[in-house]
């Protein structure tokens, strides 16, 4: 695991979301190895899908640029030492609540 601590660059997230999307990110330098990019972002996604209901998407990596659009409240930016990580929800995702929602 990376040691250090994450830095938000942007975010218009609850909170709450936020500390789950920096948990998740955590976890899933835990069980990647930290040049498995694809695989971290799959994860987090995957996590993401299923606790706020499906549509996420997930970016990371050290060097990347994106335009996009997302559903408000869905968005945030960080690093984690040296490694950038984007999840947001699309614009048109289904909105359809989980039992795992919080």
């Given amino acids: 695991m990376l040691e250090g601590r994450a830095m938000i660059q942007d975010t218009d997230m609850p909170v709450k979301m936020q500390l789950q ?3 998740c990110a955590y976890e899933a330098l835990d069980l ?3 040049l498995d ?6 994860h987090i996604k ?9 549509g ?8 990347f640029g994106c335009f996009f659009t ?3 409240g869905t968005f945030i930016y960080f690093c984690l030492e040296r490694i950038n ?6 614009p048109f ?7 795992n929602a919080k």
């Fill in 37 to 42: 990019c694809k695989g971290i972002a799959a």
């Fill in 56 to 63: 996420w998407q997930c970016v990371v990596g050290s060097k």
């Fill in 21 to 23: 999307a920096m948990s």
């Fill in 70 to 72: 997302h559903r408000k």
């Fill in 93 to 99: 995702a289904m909105s359809t609540p989980t039992a």
């Fill in 85 to 90: 990580f984007l999840i947001f929800k699309g």
């Fill in 32 to 34: 990647f190895d930290v």
């Fill in 46 to 54: 995957k996590e993401f899908d299923v606790r706020y209901g499906p």
